[in-house]
């Protein structure tokens, strides 16, 4: 056992424990905040199961940014999809057998690499190139997005350029799941890619990336427009009405 | 604080995203309230010794009070993608005028003390101190917002930045830093019951002569009731609709349709206010207090339905919040919504067949409709997504002949505030009124220019003056705004004058 070996099985129980911890008790503080008022942005669904289609489209569509601006979408479309495509094909390092469906779609998932950095780099672009964007773009928006084109730059380097030893890679992973540590190629694309991914990890409930959870927390998207029907009432904007104070 | 001169934008007959210009509204700022207006709802008189601490720790109350603030503090990625969105933004270049920005006003100083990255890291994610000088932009830049929540249709996590406006002036209100138009306002309702402070006895005399005029004009006598006990409908309406031009002509509108239904209704003294500015300054008591007068005034009048007159934000308040604030409404009678829409009450009456047009008389005018920011986006008429578009405009076409929509992408839930929103309607702030309409000016001038429109339509009695006010700057005649009711109003059979 390398001290290589001790050191990324360390930092990865640890950035699994941030993200998961992080990003659960996030999820808690904003369940358990109230939405006093309804404020769906309307035109809004009128039922529950029209807002769970209303955010379907918005997770799975983009569809509020589609109308802004078709670049954005574009970009930000191609990189969400091609990373989902290319993080369920990375789930044959974590499942022995490997599903079905994860085999099924090895071939998109590779190709899906230079989707995924193509419309990374349209994104970064923007931040120069659009004068408004340039305007609200702070060091941590250029170095997440630099932080994941360096993910995906060394996952297809090891990919198509200099192969890693994957076989032990994956032997490193399940030894992770079940807590018997094998040992990790001390390969330096590798453990750059791997450093990398757990600092994403590690960094998701700090940052932006809460977008992910933050959707299907905004009011404007998640509340049903029933409020003559049924009478909205949350922990400390209710109550039996209260006569107007004396003016 | 006279207002410095400044050019009306030119009117391009496409729209035109403006480069970012830094700091070109960091002048414009409304008047802050004096002692006595502060004094009046609670608030410090003047900005506090510590108001540092007291706003960090207000700040702290809101994102652990209302769910939006916390969780769009957070959710933002800087996509840009309602970086061009803004009326403000559009008409000034100003870069704080970009929803994002104005957001990140506040986002800055929330990750500077309530996030890790902000706390130990501040200038890798842009966190700062709330200095002296980011609470003079808070009061610069949150003051050139109108709650219009256009932005929040484009944000692809619907991010509302109307939320975030309305938490930083309650911050500044409870520092002492209030705004004086809406405070003064608020603080009229509760004195005299109404924005414009008008007293019972002169809401009495207005409407006895409004009584004549119509008669003089129509043969008819077409009733305005006041504070009559066991009428049917209480008509709660912007207090602008009983001396404003052309906000009088909506209200003989109403009265004409109450007359040709046969329906008894009565206006209140108590509640003679639709408005709520409680909204605007992001202050929920003050929401509350002042709907509380409509629930009092129906329960005294012994009314079975509450209407409400054209007005944009009273009708978001009424539709989506007095059920939350003044509800339960069990006393009313619930075979009609509660509360409903004028538009809903004349829509229903025309689809039912009991009223009838002479839709010619309104043939000298060529009709658009300015659907207004909290009718379009923060509330609904009728039973589908969407009636809040379709009813007014079937209330257009029903009592008029030419009717033509502005561009699809100025109207609906895309529509263009008039730029007097959410509190921003005094003469103060005149520079930003009159850049911040440019965007409806251009839709406006195309269908003028393609269609020879005249009149452009609209139910909210801030639409009403701030285009009163804005449309001679841009060339057009004042009288080219007015309300839909009062088209109905021009149009309706009223029977035979006795």
Redesign the interface.
């Known amino acids: 056992m390398t001290l290589l070996t001790i050191l990324f099985a360390l930092l990865f129980y640890v950035a699994t424990a941030l993200l998961v911890g992080g990003v659960g008790y996030?999820i808690y503080?904003?369940s358990r905040?109230?939405?006093?008022?309804?404020?769906p942005?309307?035109?809004?669904?009128?039922t529950q199961s029209g807002v769970a289609l209303r955010l379907a489209r918005?997770v799975v569509f983009?569809e509020?940014?589609f109308?802004?601006?078709k670049w954005?979408w574009l970009f930000?479309w191609l990189f969400h999809f091609a990373l989902l495509l290319v993080v369920l094909r990375h789930l044959r390092y974590f499942t022995e057998p490997v599903w079905a469906p994860i085999v099924l779609i090895q071939p998109l998932g590779t190709y899906a690499g230079f989707a995924m950095v193509a419309g990374l780099a349209g994104l970064w672009a923007?931040r120069f190139f659009?004068?408004?964007?340039r305007?609200?773009?702070?060091?941590?928006?250029h170095?997440m997005l630099v932080l994941l084109i360096a993910i995906g730059l060394t996952g297809l380097g090891m990919r198509f350029v200099a192969h890693t030893d994957i076989v032990a890679v994956k032997a490193f992973m399940l030894g992770l799941l079940r807590f018997d540590w094998q040992p990790l190629p001390a390969d330096p694309v590798l453990l750059v890619h791997l450093f990398l991914v757990a600092a994403l990890m590690a960094?998701f409930p700090?940052?932006?990336l809460?977008?992910a959870p933050?959707?299907f927390?905004?009011?404007?998207?998640n509340q049903v427009?029933n409020?003559?029907e049924a009478?909205?009432?949350t922990a400390?904007?209710?109550g039996a009405?209260?006569?107007?104070?004396e003016? | 604080m006279a207002a410095a001169p400044f050019a009306t934008p030119q009117l391009k007959g496409y729209p035109v995203i403006p480069l970012v210009q830094q700091g070109a509204m960091a002048h414009s700022k409304p008047f802050v309230a004096s002692a006595p207006i502060q004094k009046a709802l609670g608030f410090p008189e003047e900005l506090v010794e510590n108001w540092q601490d007291k706003a960090i720790a207000k700040m702290g109350e809101l994102l652990g009070k209302y769910r939006s603030l916390r969780v769009y503090m957070d959710t933002c990625v800087h996509c840009g993608a309602c970086s061009d969105k803004c009326h403000y933004f559009l008409g000034t270049g100003d870069p704080k005028n970009m929803p994002v920005a104005r957001q990140d006003l506040m986002r800055k100083v929330y990750r500077r003390y309530f996030t890790f990255a902000g706390k130990y890291f501040p200038w890798l994610v842009g966190a700062v101190d709330l200095t002296k000088e980011v609470l003079d932009d808070w009061y610069s830049y949150y003051n050139q917002c109108s709650e219009c929540r256009r932005c929040s249709v484009f944000c692809p996590y619907g991010i509302d930045t109307a939320e975030v406006t309305m938490a930083a002036r309650e911050i500044m209100a409870s520092v002492g830093q209030g705004q004086k138009y809406s405070n003064e306002i608020i603080g009229k309702v509760h004195r005299i019951g109404n924005n414009l402070g008008i007293p019972a006895k002169a809401l009495e005399n207005t409407l006895e002569g409004l009584e004549e005029d119509t008669k003089e004009a129509t043969g008819v006598d077409v009733r305005f009731p006041l504070n009559v006990k066991g009428a049917e409908v209480l008509l709660v309406t912007p207090s602008a609709d009983f001396f404003s031009e052309p906000h009088v002509e909506s209200l003989i509108g109403y009265a004409k349709v109450f007359h040709a239904a046969g329906i008894s209704w009565t206006l209140s003294s108590h509640a003679s206010e639709a408005g709520n500015f409680g909204l605007f300054i992001g202050n929920y008591d003050q929401m509350r207090d002042i709907s509380m007068r409509v629930r009092e005034a129906a329960l005294e009048l012994g009314v079975k339905r509450i209407i409400v007159g054209e007005c944009g934000h009273a009708w978001r308040v009424a539709y989506n919040f007095w059920n939350t604030l003044i509800g339960p409404f069990d006393f009313l009678d619930q075979r009609y919504p509660v509360p409903q829409h004028i538009c809903e009450c004349t829509y229903d009456l025309i689809q039912r067949g009991a009223l009838t047009f002479d839709r010619e008389a309104n043939d000298g005018r060529i009709i658009t409709f300015h659907d207004s920011c909290n009718v379009a986006r923060a509330s609904r008429m009728g039973g589908m997504p969407g009636g809040q578009f379709i009813i007014p405009r079937a209330i257009i076409k029903a009592v008029a002949n030419h009717f033509h929509d502005m561009a699809p992408e100025t109207i609906r839930e895309q529509t263009f505030c008039c730029g007097g929103g959410g509190g921003l309607l005094t003469d103060d702030l005149m520079e930003l009124r009159v850049k911040g309409a440019l965007p409806r000016m251009e839709a406006l001038k195309s269908v003028v220019d393609e269609h020879g429109v005249n009149f452009m339509a609209t139910i909210c009695a801030i639409c009403k003056a701030q285009f009163s006010k804005v449309l001679p700057s841009y060339g057009f005649e004042m009288e080219m705004i007015g309300g839909v009711h009062q088209l109905v109003g021009t149009a309706i059979r009223l029977g035979s004058p006795k």
């Open positions: 996030k503080v904003y905040t109230p939405a006093p008022l309804k404020i942005t309307t035109p809004a669904p009128v918005e983009f509020s940014l109308k802004s601006s954005t930000g923007r659009v004068d408004r964007v305007y609200i773009s702070t060091p941590s928006d170095l960094i700090i940052s932006k809460l977008h933050g959707l927390f905004s009011p404007a998207l427009d409020p003559r009478r909205h009432v400390w904007a209710t009405p209260k006569p107007a104070k003016a």
